[in-house]
């Protein structure tokens, strides 16, 4: 485990490649909002942060510590206050169709079969579809879902229709992966089922993840970095690298290595409960 | 690899079975059907009786039997099917004219929320005035006649129909519309991705109101001047005292209704079947 201060302007993150394979990188990203009583509200202050070619990265924190605020950011959903995140040597924020994005609900569209969802980025890209029926199979199989092409997404269960969302973020081959709290709303078993595919999946399709998650144990399982955020103000407070040796196994979960990045997290999220908890 | 793809594999099957299986309820629904079916039977026993006793009068309630004659003789002196045609193709026009402009005119509302928002309030005070008021000034300025009665009915059932369709078109789902952005979806093909696919729901509860409603709207253009349909019968057979001619009209004006509503539910099951919250759309 390696951990770098964030903040300060010319430190970047841990151990990064140079700057040539970075697909994205923040620099001095804020965001401040209006509030509803006129307030102004920083949902995340000036942080500096990179992605490099291929790496999974989570950001963990609490509620309300900006952590989907700067997903959007680094996706150009939403523009920051100050400071930009720009897209490999490009100097600007990634184009909507260069990236792919799951959310904590799957926001299928019920009136298509799970086929024809997978199509809806062909559709909104305007792409050539002629390959396209081979794509789908290919990525229903690299979800595990073989032979639910013709069904409608009401048929299937929660669990399911999240593979369908990750297969439908893929059919594009986009460069980059956001996903918002994609486990969130499933249940512990069907959540580590996904994480096992979501490795696989990383692995397979090479594609960069960028990954929110309040999950401490799924964020080191997943990822090679992780970005540790802390709320009022929102911020970036430690980046952490996880050299944990790949393939990782459910069981990898209660390795000595895992717990100590594991623990090292939670002090960092809440360290007063943590101590006041061991000290009882 | 394959030992990790086996327990994922396995929550496949038993999950797609476990949805598709049809509910066990048939029996218990076949119960209360008859159920059902025995108190009709009842009920018109009891009226029968009830009648002929006089223990209520036959100006308020003639014999079910004197009704079932009226009907009878209605269809074999072939004198129904004129005014049915006439209640059943005007219903038909106006609602058909209504639900047509309802879509387009909800389309082009919707197309930006600020149009919308300016707009709003002239959609609400007009759904507070009850539509039937406006039926006299209608036949003031169309006469009496196919035309203002299409009107009237198009009147009344238009504005239901309207206001679902704007709440269909409406984007309820947040992280729906944040997916078309991620891809750069422009706004006609959010439109006609997304908004249109996902309005049909309510656009159908809108729909099987508006049949309703252009019924009613029927039946009070023909009481205030029309020369056929049901709404004449029932005007014609009060002039003549005849009570259970009037109930014959009654009977079949509920007959009417419900086929008409059984057909609107049948097209909207077919079209958006895969909504499984119509019911709670409906309200």
């Keep these: 485990m390696a951990t770098s201060e964030p903040s300060g302007g010319e430190q970047l993150a841990a151990g990064l490649v140079n700057a040539r394979l970075a697909v994205l990188t923040a620099s001095a990203v804020s965001k401040r909002y209006q509030s509803q009583d006129g307030g102004l509200v920083d949902a995340l202050t000036a942080s500096n942060f990179q992605v490099a070619d291929g790496e999974f990265v989570s950001l963990v924190g609490p509620s309300g510590c900006g952590k989907t605020t700067l997903l959007k950011m680094s996706s150009g959903l939403i523009a920051p206050t100050h400071g930009e995140v720009t897209y490999r040597d490009t100097g600007r924020a990634v184009q909507p169709g260069a990236f792919g994005m799951v959310f904590q609900s799957p926001a299928l569209l019920p009136w298509r ?156 999220l809440h360290p007063e409960t943590v101590h006041a908890e061991a000290a009882s | 690899m394959t030992s990790m793809v086996q327990p994922e594999a396995a929550s496949v099957v038993p999950d797609v079975e476990r949805r598709r299986r049809r509910p066990r309820m048939n029996l218990a629904r076949l119960a209360d059907a008859g159920l059902t079916t025995l108190l009709a039977i009842g009920l018109l026993l009891l009226a029968e009786h009830a009648s002929n006793e006089e223990w209520v009068s036959r100006l308020i309630l003639p014999t079910p039997s004197s009704v079932w004659d009226a009907l009878y003789a209605g269809f074999s002196e072939g004198i129904y099917w004129k005014h049915i045609r006439s209640t059943v193709g005007s219903t038909l026009v106006g609602f058909g004219i209504a639900a047509v402009t309802a879509t387009i005119v909800g389309g082009l509302l919707s197309a930006s929320q600020r149009v919308e928002r300016v707009f709003f309030p002239f959609i609400v005070a007009f759904q507070t005035l009850p539509k039937i008021a406006i039926a006299p000034i209608i036949i003031l300025w169309l006469g009496f006649g196919t035309q203002s009665k299409v009107v009237i009915i198009a009147t009344i059932c238009f504005f239901p129909m309207l206001v679902n369709t704007l709440q269909g078109l409406r984007i309820r789902d947040r992280e729906r519309l944040e997916l078309a952005q991620s891809l750069g979806a422009s706004r006609w093909q959010l439109f006609r991705y997304i908004r249109l696919p996902d309005s049909l729901p309510y656009v159908f509860a809108g729909l099987t109101i508006g049949i309703v409603f252009a019924l009613i709207g029927t039946v009070i253009a023909e009481f205030l001047g029309s020369k056929s349909g049901l709404g004449v019968v029932l005007i014609q057979q009060q002039a003549a005292f005849n009570v259970p001619g009037m109930y014959a009209a009654l009977v079949l004006l509920m007959i009417v209704g419900l086929v008409l509503n059984f057909v609107t539910k049948y097209i909207e099951r077919r079209v958006v079947f895969w909504a499984n919250d119509l019911t709670n759309v409906a309200s």
Excluded: W
């Design chain 1, 113 to 268: 079969t799970v086929g024809k969802n997978l199509l809806f980025p062909h559709d909104i890209l305007r792409l050539d579809k002629s390959s396209a029926s081979e794509r789908i199979d290919e990525l229903l199989d690299m979800v595990n879902l073989p032979g639910v092409r013709d069904r409608y997404p009401n048929e299937l269960s929660g669990g399911m229709q999240q593979r369908v969302a990750i297969a439908r973020s893929l059919m594009h081959a986009p460069d980059l992966l956001f996903m918002d709290e994609p486990f969130g709303a499933l249940d512990a078993i069907t959540r580590e089922e996904l994480n096992l595919s979501m490795q696989r999946i990383h692995s397979t399709s090479g594609t960069t993840v960028m990954f929110v998650t309040h999950d401490i144990a799924e964020a080191v399982f997943l990822s090679d970095r992780i970005l540790v955020m802390s709320a009022r103000p929102g911020r970036v407070v430690e980046i952490i690298e996880v050299d944990l040796e790949r393939p990782r196994h459910l069981d990898s979960r209660t390795s000595a290595e895992f717990r100590e990045i594991e623990m090292h997290i939670r002090h960092l």
